[in-house]
T-cell receptor, first 110, second 117 residues
Framework: DAKTTQPNSMESNEEEPVHLPCNHS???????IHWYRQLPSQGPEYVIH???SNVNNRMASLAIAEDRKSSTLILHRATLRDAAVYYC???????????FGAGTILRVKS | EAGVAQSPRYKIIEKRQSVAFWCNPI?????LYWYQQILGQGPKLLIQ????????DSQLPKDRFSAERLKGVDSTLKIQPAKLEDSAVYLC???????????????FGEGSRLTVL
């Protein structure tokens, strides 16, 4: 599976937008970009995924660079409940497993 | 809809003892995964089942770990004998779709925390 690179940690203020970056310079044309997050003492949960176009859902937005070598997960208004580890994961088109890296620890300050 | 159920939530054992973890996936989910998460690291896939068949167990330490999924529903992960480095959270996940990339998602349980003394 292609490798992703994320910052170890980020900090945000409550009610402000958060942009979580992910680099995946070796991504192939059929790799899908998935984001999961893991709240304290819980299993990971799905956030969003995309291939080429930007995506929005009720939880977040995903902005994908034109060359697909990077992407950004956007939380529009961070809350304390968004404090978690965020994982950026590439999945091959016919792949059926998640390979996790270390992720980004997001801290939200009130 | 009920989520993925795991038990026990916590287990403390001495090294060289054995332990078993149980997982009940979401009803109808064909694919079941066991992950190991060591403190401070991302989850690591141990084994993947499709119905009751093993799809991938390449990272399962087979000299001490075993897993089964009888009748394609519940699953059990066993460690015998346990080592200190097995201290971790064991996460079970299930998925209804084969093509995870295009729209499926994994649903995780809360995990079973193992401490080996």
């Amino acid at each position: 599976d292609a490798k992703t690179t994320q910052p170890n940690s980020m900090e945000s203020n409550e009610e402000e937008p958060v942009h979580l970056p992910c680099n995946h310079s070796t991504i192939s044309g059929t790799d899908y970009i998935h984001w999961y997050r893991q709240l304290p003492s819980q299993g990971p949960e799905y956030v969003i995924h995309g291939l080429t176009s930007n995506v929005n859902n009720r939880m977040a937005s995903l902005a994908i660079a034109e060359d697909r070598k990077s992407s950004t997960l956007i939380l529009h208004r961070a809350t304390l409940r968004d404090a978690a580890v965020y994982y950026c994961i590439l999945i091959m088109e016919y792949g059926n497993k998640l390979v996790f890296g270390a992720g980004t620890i997001l801290r939200v300050k009130s | 809809e009920a989520g993925v159920a795991q038990s026990p939530r916590y287990k403390i054992i001495e090294k060289r003892q054995s332990v078993a973890f149980w997982c009940n996936p979401i009803s109808g989910h064909a694919t079941l995964y066991w992950y190991q998460q060591i403190l401070g690291q991302g989850p690591k896939l141990l084994i993947q089942f499709q119905n009751n068949g093993v799809v991938d167990d390449s990272q399962l330490p087979k000299d001490r770990f075993s897993a089964e999924r009888l009748k394609g529903v519940d699953s059990t992960l066993k460690i015998q004998p346990a080592k200190l480095e097995d201290s971790a959270v064991y996460l079970c996940a299930s998925s209804p779709l084969r093509r995870l990339a295009t729209g499926g998602e994994l649903f995780f349980g809360e995990g079973s925390r193992l401490t080996v003394l």
